[in-house]
């Protein structure tokens, strides 16, 4: 057992709490022992505490459970509001290979990155967002200019 870097510990613990019931701090200190990563009690409830988990009460389980809240980033956009969001923000489009390069106003890329992954289009790998670029990643399959079309076709108003 070592210790790991906090991003890392965090991680294991979200993905700890999404696939046990836990009931206690020290239960988690056993589950992340399982898991290789070396914590003390302080440590594990200050990382609760930063990855904002609350004790919530689940139907068959006597007493309270460590949760955490759903992260913006894993909520899943309506694709109205993908349309919305390239109809005012995406002032170019283009493509080559299995990518897609949108341009917006500077400052406006990562609201537009945001949107595409919220909404998860089919073919869609991921996006990368400077200041005023996007970086839209297709998937073989799909290609990057049939995944332009698709994005092209949703930002008319």
Do not use: C, F
């Amino acid at each position: 057992m070592s210790r790991v870097p906090k991003n890392k510990r965090h991680h294991v613990i979200m993905g700890l709490l999404a696939e046990n019931t836990v009931t206690s701090q020290p239960q988690l200190l056993a589950l992340l022992a399982e898991a290789g990563v070396d914590a003390t009690q302080a440590t594990v409830s200050r990382d609760l505490e930063e990855l904002g988990a609350v004790r919530v009460r689940i139907p068959g389980v006597d007493g309270q459970v460590y949760a955490i809240a759903e992260l913006p980033t894993n909520q899943v956009a309506p694709i109205e509001h993908l349309r919305r969001v390239l109809g005012e923000w995406v002032v170019e489009l283009s493509s080559s290979g299995n990518l897609v390069v949108l341009r917006t106003p500077p400052g406006s890329a990562h609201v537009v990155a945001s949107a595409l992954d919220r909404t998860g289009l089919d073919g869609m790998l991921g996006t990368v967002a400077g200041d005023d670029t996007v970086l839209v990643i297709a998937d073989q399959a799909a290609g990057g200019e049939r995944l332009a079309t698709r994005i092209r076709e949703l930002s008319e108003r």
